[in-house]
């Protein structure tokens, strides 16, 4: 069977904007989407960031690189402005191929952006 384009969806919150911690806590929840659902670096086809406004000390994408994903096409984005929406926040649209094109996917929601989804599991 061919593989198959998938979406992996993360997240993860900040205590402070500084451009330590959006390293630190970015590296993080993309390793751990990686580790999580077997993705090597061969099958990324691409990664999406968006931050909150408040985010704003560095890009999250510059934090991935760190990791190897330099030659990986990664973009950032800005977040929506919603009312009421959590703070200090990036979120992570990775594309990938995939063997099994049905096997569950093992979204990643790290620190406080575990409130943004409690219909899934740890």
């Known amino acids: 069977?061919?593989?198959?384009?998938?979406?992996?969806?993360?997240?993860?919150?900040?205590?402070?904007?500084?451009?330590?911690?959006?390293?630190?806590?970015?590296?993080?929840?993309?390793?751990?989407?990686?580790?999580?659902?077997?993705?090597?670096?061969?099958?990324?086809?691409?990664?999406?960031?968006?931050?909150?406004?408040d985010v704003t000390s560095m890009?999250?994408?510059?934090?991935?690189?760190?990791?190897?994903?330099?030659?990986?096409p990664l973009?950032?984005?800005?977040e929506l402005e919603v009312k009421g929406a959590m703070p200090l926040c990036v979120r992570v649209l990775m594309h990938f191929y995939a063997e099994e094109p049905k096997a569950p996917l093992h979204h990643v929601y790290l620190e406080g952006a575990r409130e943004l989804r409690d219909d899934l599991p740890d």
Request: a neutral charge.
């Open 1 to 53: 069977m061919a593989p198959v384009l998938r979406g992996l969806r993360g997240a993860t919150t900040l205590e402070r904007d500084s451009t330590e911690q959006v390293t630190e806590r970015v590296r993080a929840l993309v390793s751990s989407m990686l580790e999580r659902n077997g993705i090597s670096h061969d099958d990324i086809v691409s990664i999406l960031f968006t931050a909150t406004s």
């Open 75 to 78: 973009i950032c984005a800005r």
């Open 59 to 72: 890009f999250p994408a510059t934090a991935a690189r760190s990791l190897g994903l330099g030659d990986v």
